[in-house]
């Protein structure tokens, strides 16, 4: 069993949907990390959360740190949210752990 | 600002022969990662450092050495390279090892 689940794997959603994808992990953790990879293949970090819950437009990433899982929102999803999101865990001793990741497309 | 900056993009060796991708980042970034990203396996880490003289192992080590002489510079060599070790490399760093991760744009390593 990987140390970090991702849920769905694949997600196709119509523009302006609500999206959620779900992160479970089974170490514990010093941070959570969402990244978005582009279809080119370039990876850029979303959120670092390490309690609570965050918000960057129309993205939102929250914690559960007891029962050990992460969500990641997306409200009004657009075409150009299109990408793989990777859900990515800091240990306590530093070694990072990477989710498979969820391949989100959203149709116009 | 360049940010995190990975050389080379594109690079093919034979078996057996020796490079160096090369990391760089101009940000004053204390904590530098390598991470390998292979279909099917999603990313792993293969080394990180905390701070210039400091480094250490991640989850796939094995046939890759680092060093970290300066605070900007995070190189990763393969001392004889593998089949096995075809595959897109990715460089990070970050202003501590629980920061916001900023990724270069990976390398793409084939090896005959």
């Known amino acids: 069993k990987n140390e970090v689940e991702q849920s769905p794997q694949n997600l196709t959603a119509q523009e302006g949907e609500f999206i959620t994808i779900n992160c479970s992990y089974s170490?514990?953790?010093?941070?959570l990390h969402w990244l978005q990879q582009h279809p080119g293949g370039g990876i850029v970090s979303l959120f670092m959360?390490?309690?609570g819950k965050k918000k960057h437009g129309r993205l939102i990433a929250t914690i559960n740190i007891q029962e050990k899982h992460s969500s990641l929102h997306i409200t009004a999803s657009h075409p150009r949210d299109s990408a793989v999101y990777i859900c990515?865990?800091?240990?306590?001793?530093?070694?990072?752990?990477f989710g498979a990741g969820t391949r989100l497309t959203v149709k116009p | 600002n360049a940010g995190v900056t990975q050389t080379p993009k594109f690079q093919v060796l034979k078996t057996g022969q020796s490079m160096t991708l090369q990391c760089a980042q101009d940000?004053?970034?204390?904590?530098m990662s390598w991470y390998r990203q292979d279909p099917g396996m999603g990313l792993r880490l293969i080394h990180y450092?905390?701070?210039?003289?400091?480094?250490d192992q991640g989850e796939v080590p094995n046939g890759y050495n680092v060093s970290r002489s300066t605070t900007e510079d995070f190189p990763l060599r393969l001392l004889s390279a593998a089949p096995s070790q075809t595959s897109v490399y990715f460089c990070?760093?970050?202003?501590?090892?629980?920061?916001?991760?900023?990724f270069g744009e990976g390398s793409r390593l084939t090896v005959l």
């Open positions: 170490v514990g953790i010093s941070a």
């Open positions: 450092s905390v701070g210039a003289g400091i480094t």
């Open positions: 940000m004053n970034h204390e904590y």
């Open positions: 990070a760093s970050g202003r501590d090892e629980t920061g916001e991760l900023f």
């Open positions: 959360l390490s309690s």
């Open positions: 990515a865990v800091k240990s306590n001793n530093n070694d990072m752990r």
